[in-house]
């Protein structure tokens, strides 16, 4: 049977090999109103414990542990109350780096905030990070600040070599991909 028109399957013949990529940053959470703030909440909640107040973010992820460093990336995304017990909150975001070496790419993240630390899974990424797939533990330094240690494994795929064309005089020539 056929392939339908909406499907396209190539077998890689490109050889890829893992990368280990590992940061040590620091996150900052400030709640206030704007413009200091770096979230708003979107729903609010009557229920216990906040169950399901919702919030946006775009937490500011920095080179140091001072909120006057560098600023190397920013985790946008959401978290919201998920416990009826109060405690969890579940955050979804990307990582959207900003700095020269990584500028535009990003890693998707997912996890829960509960307690001093804790971890979230990369789930994917984009650019320097396609493909990536790892974790983020997290440690609270003070009030709005979590100190991070990422670690992501990432797929990378090997240029192909050029190939070379002999003629039938003998010359060799390097034809570009």
Known sequence: MADPSYLQSVTLSQESQL???????????NGQARPQGNQAQLLG???????????????????????TTKIVARAQGLHMQASMSG??????HNIVFIDDRFKGSTLKVLGIVQGEQGEWAVIGGTGE?????GVITYKRCDTGTR???????????????????STSTGQTIV???
């Open 129 to 133: 990070f396609a493909y990536a797939k």
């Open 147 to 165: 100190e991070l240690h990422i670690r992501v494994l990432c797929r990378t795929f090997q240029k192909p070599e050029a190939p070379v064309v």
């Open 19 to 29: 990368k280990e990529v590992l940061l040590h940053l620091y996150l900052y959470q």
């Open 45 to 67: 909640s009557t229920a216990p414990h906040g169950f399901g107040c919702t919030v946006v973010n775009d937490w500011s992820i920095h080179d140091g542990s001072s909120p």
């Open 87 to 92: 405690g969890n909150w579940f955050m979804c």
């Open 175 to 177: 034809q570009n991909a």
